[in-house]
């Protein structure tokens, strides 16, 4: 078993690392796909609103427009869900290794009780073994979330392409 303290530091900071990259991206997803709604919609309003227009949502154009939505929303709700700590909060346990337990604790001096009390070494370590785990399952789970999130949005973007060439065809 590792009881190299330094090591598992430096393993509990890339993971932290890792988290932080996937809140990174998930926050690059909402902000891209916001942009793009908005220009999307206001161009499809502007056009839709306007008597002289010729462009109808019918068919193909409407069936485009609706999987470029779906796959939009999509990716704006799988960013937020990886955005979302997940599992961590709902544990009741304390611990001094990992910001989730100690945000159980009631107080700033339950935290400092249990901070100065005798904890050995070996108790230490394994609270730290422990928390690298929590978050490297927490910091997996929002990489898969951030990865389908951009997979959505580009799907979306392509599908958006498409319903402009679309458009462009029939109006």
Request: glycine fraction near 8%.
């Amino acid at each position: 078993m590792i009881k190299d303290e330094s090591f598992l530091q430096y393993t509990h900071d890339f993971a932290f690392r890792w988290y932080q990259q996937a809140d990174t991206k998930a926050q690059v997803i909402l902000g891209f796909t916001g942009v793009f709604l908005s220009i999307l919609v206001g161009a499809l309003v502007s056009r839709l609103g306007n008597s002289e227009s010729q462009i109808e949502l019918r068919g193909f154009p409407l069936i485009l427009l609706s999987i470029v939505v779906v796959l939009h929303l999509g990716a704006v709700i799988l960013a937020a869900a990886a955005l979302w700590s997940r599992g961590v909060f709902r544990l009741e346990e304390t611990g001094v290794a990992f910001f989730g337990r100690i945000a159980n604790y009631r107080s700033g001096q339950d935290f400092k009780a249990v901070v100065t009390k005798d904890m050995t070494q070996d108790d230490y370590v394994d609270e730290l073994v422990g928390s690298i785990h929590i978050l490297s399952k927490n910091t997996r789970l929002k990489h898969q979330l951030v990865d389908l999130a951009a997979i959505c949005s580009g799907l979306g973007l392509f599908s958006t392409v498409l319903l402009a060439i679309a458009l462009l065809l029939v109006g």
